[in-house]
């Protein structure tokens, strides 16, 4: 992982885009020091705050959770002493993925189910033992304004994009915007709870803070270019979906036959079912936090990314 300096005392942790969770983290090196997203799991947490003790003097005092997935905010633990802020809606989600069901997915490489066995080789750089989710406690509705020694940071809910709770972290005066996961930038995005017009939207809210560096949830750093184009993205998925479902053709087989274009090289592309799923949940009238089939879904994408190595 590696420590960007962005502006002075703004710093940013990213991780280099392999896939399933490997997230991105800031950290505000003023005022006791804000954490923005902790890791997966413990021990890319303890490598985070290794990074992090290159520049602060103290453990922060502060963790903002942009959303509840626990690429996010799984090693919350780890900032005891920390006050942990987040939306409403992140708090009320915590408890929907479960550790220990991912670390025994995580253990099944040997499965004969070979769409778990798949995703027990993506999971196997990670150690979800030991894990206990600690929501946060200092909770918001719309925003939430913090002066960090003199530094303001902003606090802006944009969901539901990728999930209810979303929260983006912005800071007018060094014109950085933190956008968690409505931001995955040169990665294929993967939507939970949210509508596709609230998503463009909340990428709209952040192209209009006109941010000169944005740190995204996954992948690289941008600016105002990445919320544009991953914006076309969802408008062209979304109505290439709807010309599939107007077709009646099922979801998977539409995501399989959409042409990706410039798209292609985006990492897992087969997320891309996820999309097709939320504009066909849209079409049939179902709201933006219906159940979603998860385990289907990464079936789905096992049978795209097959398909894909063959070159079906
Ligand atoms: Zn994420």
Known sequence: MELQELARDVYACLQPDRGLG??????????????????????????????????????ARRVVNTHHNGDHCWGNQLFPQAEVIGHR??????????PALLQAIRNDAASEDPAVAALARLLADWDFTG?????????FDDRLELDLGGMAVHLLHVGPAHTAGDVIVHLPAARVVFAGDVLFRRCTPIGWDGTYDRWIAALDEIVALAPA??????????????????????????????????????????????DLGPYAGWTEPERILFQVERAYRELRGESFDAPIDVMAL???????????????
């Open 22 to 59: 490997t997230s991105n983290s800031g950290l505000l090196d003023r005022g006791g020091g804000l954490v923005v997203d902790t890791f997966w799991d413990l021990p890319h947490t303890l490598r985070l705050i290794e990074t992090y003790a290159r520049v602060w003097k103290a453990p």
């Open 89 to 98: 809606l992140c708090a009320a989600a915590f408890g929907r993925e479960k």
């Open 131 to 139: 894990i206990e989710p600690r929501a946060p406690t200092t909770l």
């Open 213 to 258: 560096v944005i740190v995204p949830g996954h992948g690289p750093l941008c600016g105002v270019e990445g919320p544009r184009e991953m914006q076309a993205y969802l408008r062209y998925v979304r109505a290439e979906a709807t010309r599939f479902f107007a077709a009646g053709v099922p979801a998977l087989e539409a995501a399989r036959r959409i």
């Open 298 to 312: 990464f079936r789905g994408m096992h049978t795209l990314r097959e398909a894909r190595g063959r070159g079906a």
